[in-house]
């Protein structure tokens, strides 16, 4: 069995801005953060959400099934980084520096 390793646990971030002029973008952009949800992704910071991977090949599948839910207008960014590359992220809020909590981890089971 290979080691655990930061460098191939990964994370899958969504990123999106989507329109909410109208009843129907405001809803659907709610089931597009509901879908995400259901998916496991947890909020990051306000239209952007994180998913923690065992691995680049489990990352994957989260992507295509972002990828098959993609709303018609407005724009998603899905962006896949190591464990490693996440625990450099460095957070601000105002000038203070403040730590970057990962969310809860989810067991999953094969």
Not at 12 to 34: C, G, S, W
Not at 49 to 73: D, G
Request: contains cysteine; aromatic residues 10%; hydrophobic residues 40%.
């Amino acid at each position: 069995m290979e080691r655990l390793s930061e460098y191939r646990i990964m994370w899958v971030l969504v990123l999106y801005d989507l329109p909410t002029d109208t009843k129907k973008e405001r809803k659907t952009a709610a089931d597009f953060r509901k879908k995400i949800m259901g998916d496991g992704f947890t909020m990051f910071q306000f239209s952007m959400y994180i998913r923690h991977c065992a691995s680049v090949e489990n990352a994957k599948v989260h992507t295509v099934r972002v990828k098959k839910i993609l709303p018609e207008k407005g724009s998603v960014a899905i962006m896949t980084i190591t464990d490693k590359q996440f625990g450099d992220i460095e957070l601000f809020v105002g000038k203070k520096e403040k730590a970057v909590s990962a969310p809860f981890q989810q067991l999953e089971l094969f």
